[in-house]
């Protein structure tokens, strides 16, 4: 695993620029854990005042320190998406394996749910979760919700590696020296599939973060707790740019290109990392 991330940073530049500018944006959210104030609180600080030395970042007109209001929006907006992606994770590798693996009617089936998952458009649900859900919605449950919506293509696509080594060699062996199929799954199969786990895992991220600061701009999330979503309504709910308080859209707008900008880097860097054939071109082979 480290060698693997070393030589990525070495041979590939995308990758070593998309990983500064996430790490920029998740040192810059652990700094909430170090945040004098409280981001729920309004009225702390002197309103709409533009950026400064005393303020880095600009006050709202809601009377909020923009710049540690900020972190905490990061901090919540990175860790829906992590979640997001870990959930789905989960579901597509576990989807995946065993529908490539096993074939017959369980591949049928699962294949059957899988596509079911594709063609259901995941706003208007999320949207009628919102109305259903509104009293008790939160950060975890709007996660939970997602990653049920996010993970049927990442699936299709472990299926497809899987049905490849299901017929190799290695597989055979395993089989015949009496190796269970969970063992077979998790120790021989698990590991190939690793680096599309993680390519997708970022594309994953990028989609569900993407799609939370729509619903939290529209006003379908819970807008009391700070993300990145729920600034930009606040934002727009009192006209920060027809009153002159642009930094409140700008400077959040900004950030969040950057943490795009990296992910997808990482993303695609990790996807080229999967080709052989890339992958030695890079290095010079």
Known sequence: MFAVLRDLI???IEFAIGLVLVGIIVLYACLSFFSPVDPTQIYLAIPDQPPSAQYWFGTNSRGQDMF???SF???NTLTFGLIVAAISRVISITVGLLSGYLGGWVDRVLMFINDIFVAV???PVLVLFYFVMRSGLNTYTLAAVMAVLGWAYDARLIRSVTLSLKHREFTRHARYSGMSTPKILLQEHLP???PIIFATAMA???WSIGMEVTLAVLGFTNINIPTVGTTLYWA????AMVVGTWWWLVIPVVLIVITFIGLFLLAVSLNEY???RSRLRRMGA
């Open 204 to 206: 994953n991220m990028i």
């Open 192 to 194: 190939y599939v690793m």
């Open 68 to 70: 540690w209001n900020l």
């Open 10 to 12: 070495r041979y590939n």
């Open 274 to 276: 999967i080709d052989p």
């Open 121 to 123: 458009p995941s706003f």
């Open 236 to 239: 727009n709910n009192h006209s």
């Open 73 to 75: 929006a990061f901090r």
